[in-house]
Structures are given as C-alpha cells and as structure tokens.
C-alpha cells in the first residue's frame, strides 16, 4: 500500500499569507496526486489533479507542483473562505489520502 | 446539476449490518466510476470502494470480504453493503463521483451519512 504523510498537521495563518503544504508518498506516484479542501459538515472539494492542474472554478491562488514523491499546495494569498483541512491523495496505485493539514486562523 | 445524496446511515451494533444509498442526479452512475470515501470522527479521509463504470468492483484492506458495493442501474443509485460491522467502521460515508480526470479523481460528493456501530 502506498503511504501518505503531510506537514505541517496544523498550520496557523493570516489572511494575505501564502502557504505551503508538503505532502509525501512512501513511493514513486509519478503525478497521479489531487487535492482537496474539507470543511466541517461539507462534502470535500477537488481543487488540484495530477499534481498541478486546476480543477475547473477553483480560484487561481491555488497551485500544485512535484512529481514521484514530494508534492506541494500553494496558496498564494489565503483568503477568509480558505481556512480548511487540506488533503492530498495518491491514485497511481488505488487511492488513499494523507491525515490532512488544518489552516486556521493565527 | 450533479447532485449526490446518501441515506441509510444510522445507529448499529457491533456484527450488525446497514445498507447505505446515494441517489445520483444530473449525471448516469452506471457510465462513471463511484467510490465510497469515510471519515472517521477526528480523523482524516478514507477511501473505502470503487466500482468501475465496466461493473468490476474493489475495495479497501479493511473492509474487504466484509462490505459490498454495488449500483442500480434503473434507479440510477450506488449502494454499499457493510456487513460484520466493528466500532472502527464508524465514520461519516461519502459517495463521490469520479470525473473524466482519472478513475480516483472525485469531483463531486455528496454530503455524507453517519454510520455508528456502538453497543
């Protein structure tokens, strides 16, 4: 099985900032990686496919970039509606998430 | 509008059974790939099932020989049976959509239904 891990697990941020989330397979997934926000009682949403491409309505301060093991989220300047937990998912082999990353307010 | 809905969840012993159903509109079940995805309270996202849209069907180590996922062609629904239900299945259960982006892509969801399985 293909391991996920993330960091930071919780990141404390201010609107206007620009975060990085780091997320890590324990194997080479080549870009076969999304992510996705989650809210308390919402459905999950995609913003990230294949490593770096936008999904469709997704603002544009949203990025992706890495490829093989080591994969990033950038958020270029955080905005109210962003605080969120934040997981990256491998489907080169299935699928399986890494534990997440909340963003909350500093 | 692509809607996701998913029913059934409740309140099970431990050994007990449930049934679970997400009623798709605004797209065919049958002509895409639909997973079952949990979350357990605290914890984070768990891929659990997959049923391609050719009707073959996989599932995650833990709940495999123990769950069943399985669509309703006419009623345009997906459904998972889980069955021999421990406590560590307890989680709020999504069903979500794979798009034309990859088989594991899932660019909607539903809402999700609770399932405890508590004595």
């Known amino acids: 099985d293909i391991q996920m891990t993330q960091s930071p697990s919780t990141l404390s941020a201010s609107v206007g900032d620009r975060v990085t989330i780091t997320c890590r397979a324990s194997?080479?997934?080549?870009?076969?990686l999304a992510w996705y926000q989650h809210k308390p009682g919402k459905a999950p949403k995609l913003l990230i496919y294949?490593?770096?491409s936008l999904e469709s309505g997704v603002p544009s301060r949203f990025s992706g970039s890495g490829s093989g093991t080591e994969f990033t989220l950038t958020i270029s300047s955080l905005q109210p509606d962003d605080f969120a937990t934040y997981y990256c998912?491998?489907?080169?082999?299935?699928?399986?998430f890494g534990p997440g990353t909340k963003v909350d307010i500093k | 509008e692509v809607q996701l809905v998913e029913t059934g969840g409740g309140l099970i012993q431990p050994g007990g059974s449930l049934r679970l159903s997400c009623a798709a509109s605004?797209?065919?079940?049958?002509?895409?790939?639909m997973s079952w995805v949990r979350q357990a309270p605290g914890k984070g996202l768990e891929w659990v099932s997959i049923i391609y849209s050719d009707g073959s069907t996989y599932y995650a180590d833990s709940v495999k020989g123990r769950f069943s996922i399985s669509r309703d062609n006419s009623q345009n629904k997906l459904y998972l049976q889980m069955n021999s239900l421990r406590a560590e299945d307890t989680a709020v259960y999504y069903c979500a959509r794979a798009g034309s982006n990859g088989w594991y892509v899932f660019d909607y969801w539903g809402q999700g239904t609770l399932v405890t399985v508590s004595s």
């Open positions: 998912q491998q489907y080169n082999t299935y699928s399986s």
């Open positions: 294949r490593a770096s």
């Open positions: 605004g797209f065919t079940v049958s002509s895409n790939h």
């Open positions: 194997q080479s997934i080549s870009r076969w």
